[in-house]
């Protein structure tokens, strides 16, 4: 049977993928006691990986299992704690017939527990001295770039050049947790999918929530064999600082139904905040070394900073420009003989600068509109939804339905789109609200993003599949106006103190009027 009901995507949310009890067979994982060192789980490649190949540590005192040298790094490590990312190094460990295999080993803290993560580095993997060569042109590069595209460009082609994955993807998040692919490097026969929107189901809350806190992860091949964590403690580890954590079951579904035999993704971190990602794609299966994704995971972090000051530069480079489209009527504003009405009355100026429709400005307990008539009640509806919010920073939207449904309720067939309101913030109802009307638009999502999953019992229970389609599907967007931007916010604010400035003006005019008045009549 197939159904779908919204109830079934918290299923997605819930699942603990932080604690799957499994490792992907590329790795290795030791766990033991923080307090005790005795050992207490491992994974179950233990007996066979290279460099460690202990047969049964479990039970025993790390420092009775372990190599010298691996000890040795443990004691360097210091006091680990799980807030902190791995204390990371990489040693020749000695294989039992006597080879040397160079591999990482991570130290990190989960809960009580101290876990020692091992990874064997491929045998032709990049020296450091390539890794800090390349950073330094990275960050020369980013210097010469302006524009945050330029900067997400710059990133994709540089993540595809060092690791040779055939797609390389920068995607942003929106408020609601949609993204949008708006930046690629691909190669060959990979489809693009450059302006492709995707639902914010496709990474639940929880995984965002892991990649905020560790940037990358890598799934060499999506058809591993997950190797368990053995025995079963009766407490899942919290594999949050892992890099081989096996990855959700939902998810690699997701990848073959794309096409994608190994992954890698980066967090882009935005002002503390996980603002988007890069996306690697492969066909076939294709590993990047521990050494590389270190230098990855650090190009990610200066790209994310990058991003900030360019992201910054543009809004107020937006703002300035709408300024300048308003001159006149801030300058005006700032003649003491004209009244505040009389300076924004017929300004069409204002709606030119603001790509707006209609506004409506409230001041002294006089209301003037410009533009097109508003349904009726629009400015107090407006105001009873996001008066208080608006106290901080003007509030825009542009589904003006989303705050307030009544206003594009489709049987009275108005015309708004979206709204910008702006209050003065003297504490009195002084305010003003740009209108804008809908502009029906379409997107292009990777398949229909209304069967972002589907419900199927196979067998006994019933389970959560995504979609299997990724082919471009147009959606008609109704009820939204063109997006305001961050410039938007910035540019009415100047407004606001602009007319905040003239207000107090004619308040103290209004004063020494009456003081003048007062004498004369004493
Ligand atoms: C994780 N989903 C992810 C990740 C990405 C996407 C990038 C991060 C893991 C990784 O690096 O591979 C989604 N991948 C995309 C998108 C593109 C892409 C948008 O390449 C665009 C080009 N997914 C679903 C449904 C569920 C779901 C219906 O479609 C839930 C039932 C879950 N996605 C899901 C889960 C994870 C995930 C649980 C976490 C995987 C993990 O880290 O273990």
């Not at 603990?16 to 307090?35: E, M, S, W, Y």
């Not at 005192?61 to 490590?77: G, K, M, Q, S």
């Not at 993807?169 to 929106?174: K, L, S």
């Amino acid at each position: 049977s197939r159904h779908q009901t919204q109830v079934d995507l918290s299923v997605c949310e819930n699942e603990p993928i932080q604690v799957p009890d499994a490792i992907q067979p590329h790795g290795c994982i030791l766990v033991a006691d923080a307090q005790t060192r005795k050992v207490l789980q491992v994974s179950a490649n233990i007996g066979a990986y290279p460099g460690l190949e202990l047969a049964d540590p479990v039970g025993h005192l790390l420092d009775d299992v372990l190599p010298e040298t691996l000890l040795r790094e443990l004691e360097a490590a210091g006091e680990l704690s799980g807030t902190y990312p791995p204390h990371r190094c990489d040693l020749d460990l000695t294989a039992r017939g006597g080879a040397t295999i160079p591999t990482m080993v991570s130290f990190y803290r989960s809960g009580t527990r101290l876990v020692i993560e091992t990874e064997a580095c491929p045998a032709r993997s990049e020296t450091s001295a390539t890794n800090f060569r390349s950073l330094e042109r990275f960050l020369y590069e980013l210097r010469a770039i302006a524009p945050s595209m330029g900067v997400l460009q710059a990133a994709v082609d540089e993540v595809a050049r060092r690791t040779g994955y055939q797609h390389v993807m920068a995607y942003r998040f929106d408020k609601d947790w949609n993204g949008e692919v708006i930046a690629e490097n691909r190669q060959g026969d990979q489809n693009s999918f450059l302006g492709h929107c995707f639902p914010a189901s496709d990474i639940p809350a929880q995984a965002r929530a892991l990649y905020a806190v560790n940037p990358i992860r890598h799934t060499p091949d999506v058809d591993y064999e997950p190797v368990p964590l053995a025995p079963q403690t009766g407490q899942s580890l919290d594999m949050t600082w892992s890099a081989v954590r096996s990855i959700s079951p939902v998810h690699r579904e997701y990848m073959r139904n794309m096409g994608v035999r190994s992954s890698l993704s980066l967090s882009l971190m935005v002002d503390g905040r996980l603002w988007g990602m890069i996306l690697c794609h492969h066909a076939t299966a294709h590993q990047v070394s521990p050494m590389l994704r270190s230098y990855l995971q650090m190009m990610a972090q200066v790209t994310g900073d990058a991003l900030r000051v360019t992201i910054q530069k543009e809004v107020e480079d937006d703002a300035e420009a709408i300024s300048a489209r308003m001159r006149h009527v801030l300058n005006e504003l700032d003649y003491e003989d004209k009244s505040l009405l009389e300076a924004l009355e017929q300004r069409e100026e204002l709606l030119d600068a603001f790509e707006a429709d209609a506004l409506i400005v409230r001041l002294h307990g006089q209301k003037i509109a410009v533009g097109r008539d508003a349904p009726s009640g629009t400015m107090t509806l407006v105001e009873q939804e996001v008066a208080e919010e608006a106290k901080e920073a003007p509030v825009f939207s542009d589904r003006i339905g989303e705050r307030i449904p009544v206003l594009t309720d489709p049987t009275r067939r108005d015309w708004l789109g979206g709204f910008l309101y702006a209050r003065l913030s003297s504490g009195r109802d002084d305010s003003l609200l740009f209108l804008r009307a809908e502009r029906v638009r379409s997107e292009t999502w990777a398949g229909d993003p209304d069967e972002h999953h589907t419900i199927e019992s196979d067998g006994e229970l019933p389970r959560i599949h995504p979609r299997r389609s990724f082919e471009a599907w147009q959606k008609e967007v109704r009820g939204c106006s063109l997006p305001w931007s961050e410039g938007h916010r910035m540019a009415a604010e100047r407004l606001m103190s602009g007319l905040a400035r003239h207000l107090a003006g004619e308040v103290e005019r209004l004063l020494r009027h009456r003081a003048n008045h007062d004498a004369l009549t004493q």
